[in-house]
Structure formats: structure tokens, C-alpha cells
């Protein structure tokens, strides 16, 4: 299935997304999930950054490098399966659709970084029942976090500093931004891009 090809103009370097661009690669990757195609006229041609992630899931210990999007696009059902298994719920074991502008938002950060990272996942999904235990524990997450709707990762990156993270993260001007440094994570997330 082919994807819109909307994320980068030619010539423009892998690492250089811009929120425009994250934007288009996001709703022309929910369209190919929706199965709406465009015309050729219609495309933009572009090139696309590496759709590769390395993940590590601090609560359970596993480890992944997924491909899920191939060069020319087009998205690998499989490893969108995988990358749901190691972003679920630790504490109720369910797994959830990701929103995939988050998982474009993450890469998009990776990349920025000089990719390859290996990003550690504090969240991911959470299930609204273990969302409801955090509150009641007195964490500060929030009631609609968007972690329940699979829209948001909690992040650290081993070897790069937390700041320099927020940094790239904040540069692509996309989604939401949340600086944790006592904790040592970074909340990002695909809603409207803000920042605290």
C-alpha cells in the first residue's frame, strides 16, 4: 500500500522534519491505515526518514528493533504488532492500536538525535484501570492521559542527555512535550504541540 509521501521535500536531510512535514507523514500514514489512497498528482515527492526504532521496556525486560515502515513507505502490519506488544500496558498486560503519529513523533525525535538510539520506554500504553491506580497512589498523571488512548510514550535515551532529548523533541514543534528531569524521562505525546 503505498504512502502519501508527504514528509520530506527532495534534498532535504533525513534528520530535518519539520512539524509541517511530521503532520503530513502522520495523516498519510492513518489514511494508508484507513485504506484511502491519493492519486499520483496528488503526492508530494519525498524521502522519507528510516522508519526504524529500538526499543527497551524497562518494566518487562524486552528488548526490540523494529522496521515499520519500509523506505518507499508502506507500513509492515507485523511490525506495527510488535511495536504495540512492547509499548503495552506493563501492569495489565493489555497492548492498544499506538497512535502512529506518536510512533512518528519518537522516530522523528531518534532520528534528530542521529538514530539508532536505543530509547527506553518508562510508558507507553497505560490501561485506564492502571491509569485509575496511579491516580489513586497519588502520581501525577492526568484523568484523560493520553497514554490511555495510546498516544503517548514516556522516554528516557541511555547516553543522550535528558535535555538534549527535549531539545530535539521541541524542535520539531509537533506534539506534546513534557520535561521530567527528576525522574528522568521525557513525556512525548501526538496531541497539540505545547511543552512543560
Not at 503505498?2 to 519539520?18: D, I, N, Q
Not at 528531569?181 to 505545547?194: E, K, M, V, Y
Request: with cysteine.
Amino acid at each position: 500500500m503505498p504512502f502519501l509521501r508527504s514528509c520530506y521535500k527532495v534534498g532535504m536531510a533525513p534528520h530535518a522534519w519539520t512539524r509541517r512535514s511530521l503532520l503530513k507523514a502522520s495523516l498519510a500514514g492513518l489514511l494508508v491505515l484507513l485504506g484511502k489512497t491519493t492519486s499520483p498528482a496528488e503526492m508530494i515527492p519525498v524521502r522519507l526518514p528510516e522508519g526504524r526504532l529500538v526499543l527497551y521496556n524497562l518494566h518487562t525486560d524486552e528488548r526490540a528493533t523494529v522496521t515499520y515502515r519500509s523506505p518507499s513507505g508502506e507500513y509492515d502490519r507485523q511490525a506495527l504488532h510488535d511495536l504495540n506488544h512492547i509499548l503495552r500496558c506493563h501492569y495489565s498486560n493489555q497492548m492498544a492500536t499506538m497512535d502512529l503519529r506518536v510512533i512518528e513523533y519518537l522516530n522523528a525525535v531518534d532520528k534528530r538525535l542521529g538514530g539508532n538510539n536505543e530509547i527506553h520506554i518508562v510508558s507507553g500504553y497505560r490501561s485506564p484501570e492502571y491509569n485509575d491506580l496511579l491516580i489513586r497512589q497519588g502520581k501525577a498523571v492526568a484523568k484523560n492521559s493520553l497514554h490511555v488512548l495510546g498516544q503517548a510514550v514516556d522516554i528516557q535515551m541511555p547516553g543522550v542527555d535528558l535535555t538534549l532529548v527535549r531539545q530535539a523533541a521541541l524542535s520539531l514543534e509537533y506534539g506534546g512535550v513534557g520535561y521530567y528531569p527528576a525522574s528522568g524521562f521525557l513525556h512525548l505525546d501526538s496531541g497539540r504541540f505545547r511543552w512543560w
